[in-house]
């Protein structure tokens, strides 16, 4: 199992381009989260989803679309990157309420110039 | 607003220095509370979930303890390879949604010297 997989791992953005965060997991988790993760603020949920189809807005969401078409991806859209936007992106899955053991990605770096 | 304090901020400890380090929360109807380890460049590892007062959980070096206010994670004679930045996390009652709005603290960067 490759667990959770996010790409790129790196990205540079000028202020006002569009991209998307790729985020895959293939432990059949329903579960799946985007965080962000700036120094001295801890990680803050941007979008999480509770299975295909249903997604929910955490504690940052603005600047930030989500979809979760297959239980497997859930990409996460930046629509007009701006400099506060710069930040270390994490997405995470477990398995469901009863199971909150969660698993991180490796991270993406975006610094938007 | 559910909050989560952690401290110390760093530590610096000589291998084999045993020490404690300390995660309070407001949350009400706290249903678990996480630890995970993060190494530089990587994404948070789960180590521990805790879901009453009195509850501990062992691993290796670690030990997790909660109260009713706080939880602490023990590392006993640790290494060098204990070195990263340990998480904490709480997890309110279920809504509608089942709730998965964990709220991070702001982690303890533990460095431990051979």
């Known amino acids: 199992n490759a667990g959770v997989t996010q790409t790129p791992k790196f990205q540079v953005l000028k202020t006002g381009q569009s991209m998307t965060l790729q985020c895959a997991q293939d432990?059949?988790?329903?579960?799946m989260s985007w965080y962000r993760q700036d120094p001295g603020m801890g990680l803050r949920l941007i979008h999480y989803?509770?299975?295909?189809?249903?997604?929910d807005q955490g504690e940052v969401p603005n600047g930030y679309n989500v979809s979760r078409s297959t239980t497997e991806d859930f990409p996460l859209r930046l629509l007009s990157a701006a400099p506060s936007q710069t930040s270390v992106y994490f997405c995470a899955s477990y398995a469901g309420v009863f199971n909150t053991e969660a698993f991180f990605g490796q991270g993406t770096r975006l610094t938007v110039v | 607003e559910d909050q989560v304090t952690q401290s110390p901020e760093a530590l610096r400890l000589q291998e084999g220095e045993s020490s404690s380090l300390n995660c309070s929360y407001t949350?009400?109807?706290?249903?678990?509370l996480f630890w995970y380890r993060q190494d530089p460049g990587k994404g948070p590892e789960f180590l521990f979930t805790?879901?009453?007062a009195g509850e501990e959980k062992e691993k290796e070096r670690l030990k997790a303890t909660l109260t009713k206010k706080e939880s602490f994670l023990h590392i006993t004679a640790p290494k060098p390879e204990d070195s990263a930045t340990y998480l904490c996390a709480v997890q309110p009652p279920r809504g509608d949604f089942g709730n998965e709005k964990l709220t991070f603290g702001t982690g303890t960067r533990l460095t431990i010297i051979p």
């Open positions: 432990m059949n988790h329903e579960y």
């Open positions: 949350v009400s109807g706290l249903r678990g």
């Open positions: 805790l879901y009453s």
């Open positions: 989803s509770v299975g295909a189809g249903i997604t």
